[in-house]
């Protein structure tokens, strides 16, 4: 444990790949000086509890004063997985869980499972077009992290998932008209699952992805 100041507590605890950093503070002011130190360390996860409105505004003052936007994006907010989460005690449990996602996420061979190198080396496969479909960005609440990998099949097979729902589907009618237009052999498209979307859709998630699709 640590009883300072956050800024000096904070230059005391080193950044890995390994380091999952969750900011809970008083006000937007502390989550700023928090983030904009934990931004310039190395990590496999930043989340940030607080309002849309209120992390927003975080990373637009930070972003104004020169933190990589890159990570700004990629900070999860709102934090933790939907689960309909109320009390203090659930609250951390969604914390946790969107934690242990992301951990396996990285676990996953940048995103290549064992199903997906298999089909791409399997010869009846090798026979067919096929579009392999890359989450490159993510904002907010996605269900699945930047790296996860699906590929489309031109019979409309698909090898894992970059989610499910309508997003989901979305991403596949795009590569099957890749696969039928010989040109375009790569394009990035973007998917959104704001909350006013995805209520639309009878989504639960509340962020957007960011997807490459390319011919294989």
């Not at 790949?17 to 928090?34: L, P």
């Not at 396996?104 to 080396?121: D, I, T």
């Not at 077009?129 to 993510?138: D, G, M, N, P, Q």
């Amino acid at each position: 444990m640590i009883c300072e100041p956050f800024e000096e507590g904070l230059g005391k605890v080193p950044g890995s790949s390994d380091t999952y950093f969750v900011i809970v503070t008083r006000g937007h002011r502390y989550d700023q000086a928090c983030l904009e130190k934990i931004a310039e360390k190395e990590h496999a996860y930043i989340g940030m509890i607080g309002s849309r409105r209120r992390t927003t505004l975080v990373k637009k003052l930070l972003e104004e004063q020169g933190t990589d936007k890159a990570v700004l994006d990629a900070v999860y907010t709102p934090i933790g997985l939907d689960i309909g989460a109320e009390t203090p005690e659930e609250i951390a449990v969604s914390v946790m869980a969107e934690i242990i996602q992301v951990k396996h996420e990285k676990a996953e061979g940048c995103g290549y499972s064992k199903e997906l190198l298999e089909a791409l080396c399997d010869e009846d496969c090798k026979k067919q077009k096929k579009v392999l479909a890359t989450i490159i960005s993510r904002k907010g609440s996605a269900p699945r992290g930047v790296g996860t990998k699906m590929l489309i099949l031109e019979d409309g097979t698909l090898i894992d998932t970059i989610g499910g729902g309508c997003a989901e589907s979305d991403v596949i009618t795009k590569a099957l008209l890749m696969m039928r237009e010989e040109k375009v052999r790569f394009q990035i498209c973007m998917v959104d699952m704001t909350r006013e979307a995805a209520e639309e859709e009878g989504m639960v998630c509340g962020g957007r992805i960011e997807v490459m699709l390319e011919r294989v």
